[in-house]
């Protein structure tokens, strides 16, 4: 009689967790999908505050004064002086190396 009662008892633990089952993976899409709608909403947000922080940088750019203009023009100039400047300096190292390695020879060679 126990054993039948185990049975029985056995088959509706089974039946409950197969009802709940389908619940289980209807509740798993709804999520999937409501993280999905959440993460497009997101990404059309987000993108909206690109586009007005791109335009913004547009127009700040426009409306500059003239000051800005000339300040940023200089920064530039610099920039590109001190990379010549480098790369005349790193000439001029070279010239002294080879300067040095010349006058080396010259002093150990022998009088004739």
Do not use: F, H
């Amino acid at each position: 009689m126990e054993t039948k009662i185990n049975t029985v008892a056995r088959n509706d633990l089974a039946l409950a967790c197969d009802l709940d089952q389908p619940t289980r993976s209807k509740r798993q899409r709804k999520r999937y999908i409501d993280e999905i709608t959440e993460l497009r909403a997101k990404v059309a947000d987000y993108s909206e505050q690109l586009a007005a922080l791109t335009q913004r940088q547009e127009i700040d750019i426009i409306c500059a004064t003239p000051w800005e203009g000339i300040s940023r023009r200089q920064a530039v100039e610099r920039s590109v002086a001190e990379q010549d400047n480098a790369r005349l300096k790193d000439a001029v190292q070279e010239q002294l190396t080879t300067i040095q390695t010349l006058l080396r020879i010259v002093q150990k060679r022998p009088k004739l």
